[in-house]
């Protein structure tokens, strides 16, 4: 009988981390996902470590990032959860492009946001609603928001036309009897 000794060096597994930055977008806006507490990062879902990413659907998603340190090839895992939300719809429109002196349209966008910001030749008006009351010539479009998602409208023209300038004249002589025109 005889005995022989071996060294063994356990390590301890990484305490892995993940970010998100943000972890609430916007459909069509990027995130950066970010691994701690190891060497090398692999996410999953085409995410490259460090690198901005932009989803493409809306919803709640979590990925999962495994990292490993090189000398052991001990790794663990670390999840994110993420927000991508949805742009508001927004559908204006407008009875009539032309208008006369004095009256007033009504602008209009489908409702479905939770704010409406409407703006005159670029310029904020004040109200919050999925109708504004336009009664002067130019541009008019609406920015709908959901959060921090907007989505922007067309631009709507209006046209205020000035009445038109009459004039009567009347050719009379000094008398006029019943029955004459």
């Known amino acids: 009988e005889n005995t022989a000794t071996i060294d063994v060096t356990v390590y301890d597994n990484p305490i892995v981390t993940a970010t998100a930055t943000p972890d609430e977008i916007c459909i069509g806006e990027s995130i950066t996902f970010t691994g701690g507490g190891a060497e090398t990062y692999v996410w999953d879902g085409g995410i490259t470590d460090g690198v901005p990413f932009t989803p493409a659907a809306t919803g709640t998603f979590t990925y999962t990032v495994v990292g490993s340190i090189g000398a052991s090839g ?45 703006y005159y030749n670029n310029l904020l008006q004040p109200g919050n609603s ?52």
Request: glycine content about 6%.
């Open 130 to 181: 999925n109708t504004f009351s336009a009664e002067l010539t130019g541009e008019y479009f609406v920015i709908a928001s959901n959060g921090d998602c907007n989505s922007q409208s067309e631009t709507m023209e209006l046209d205020v036309l000035d009445y038109p300038e009459v004039t009567l004249n009347v050719n009379l002589d000094n008398e006029l009897c019943e029955g004459e025109t």
């Open 74 to 118: 001990c790794e663990n895992t670390a999840t994110v959860d993420i927000t991508v939300n949805d742009l508001p719809t927004v559908t204006a429109s407008v009875d009539a492009s032309e208008i006369c002196e004095g009256e007033t349209i009504f602008l209009e966008v489908a409702p479905g946001a939770e704010e409406y910001d409407w």
